[in-house]
């Protein structure tokens, strides 16, 4: 079984620029998440969809970040403009339901964004 | 509300040497308690999980136990491996969402031979 794909692996860009994440979860996984690990930090949830729609996004700087997934497959993560304090790893996940409290993520490799 | 706290690292040990990290945990409800590696460049995995009140998760050597009168699941090793270098975070999950993973900081550990 193919995990969890990420592209790119890594990402340097100028502050005030623009940059998308991809990821593909596991064929079948319902839901996505979206991760951002700064830096000697633990995983802080970004957003959440079950299929094509949104769970929770409440922690999403709505201001520069948006995040689609219309075909409740894969998934897009963009961020625009850039500041300083994005640098971080981007982490997606996918898990099978999303809905029991027992069940497993399985995380891709991130995408290390670093701004300058 | 729901938070992690794990030991603060980074923790060196040598080969063969017992390995404790502890994790505390703060929940609304009743959560369900994890163990996540990362290693060096990689994504998260998970390491184990236990789901209710005196489980014991287990996998790799690695084991912890879900204690409800202490809040706590520390995660024990008795002989670490070279290769078990890498950063440990202790994540929950409450029941009253059933949705969203809280982790702690993650706790990094390096294994000299």
């Known amino acids: 079984e193919a995990g969890v794909a990420q592209s790119p692996r890594y990402k340097i860009i100028e502050k005030r620029q623009s940059v998308a994440f991809w990821c593909n979860p596991i064929s079948g996984h319902a839901t996505l998440y979206w991760y951002q690990q700064i830096l000697g930090q633990g995983p802080k949830l970004l957003i959440q969809?079950?299929?094509?729609?949104?769970?929770?996004d409440s922690q999403l700087p709505k201001d520069r970040f948006s995040a689609e997934r219309l075909k409740g497959v894969d998934s897009t993560l963009k961020i625009q403009p850039a500041k300083l304090e994005d640098s971080a790893v981007y982490l997606c996940a996918s898990s099978l339901w999303g809905l029991a409290v027992r069940e497993t993520q399985y995380f891709g490799p991130g995408t290390r964004l670093l701004v300058l | 509300g729901n938070s992690v706290t794990q030991m603060e690292g980074p923790v060196t040990l040598s080969e063969e040497a017992f390995l404790t990290i502890n994790c505390t945990y703060t929940?609304?409800?009743?959560?369900?308690l994890f163990w996540y590696v990362q290693y060096p460049g990689e994504g998260l995995q998970l390491l184990l999980k236990a789901t209710k009140a005196d489980d014991k998760g287990s996998n790799k050597g690695f084991e912890a136990t879900y204690r409800k009168e202490t809040t706590s699941f520390h995660l024990e090793k008795g002989s670490v491996q070279v290769s078990d270098s890498a950063v440990y975070f202790c994540?929950?999950?409450?029941?009253?969402?059933?949705?969203?993973?809280?982790f702690g900081t993650g706790t990094s550990l390096t294994v000299i031979p």
């Open positions: 994540a929950l999950r409450p029941r009253s969402t059933g949705n969203q993973f809280y």
């Open positions: 969809f079950q299929n094509n729609g949104v769970v929770d």
């Open positions: 929940a609304t409800g009743y959560p369900s």
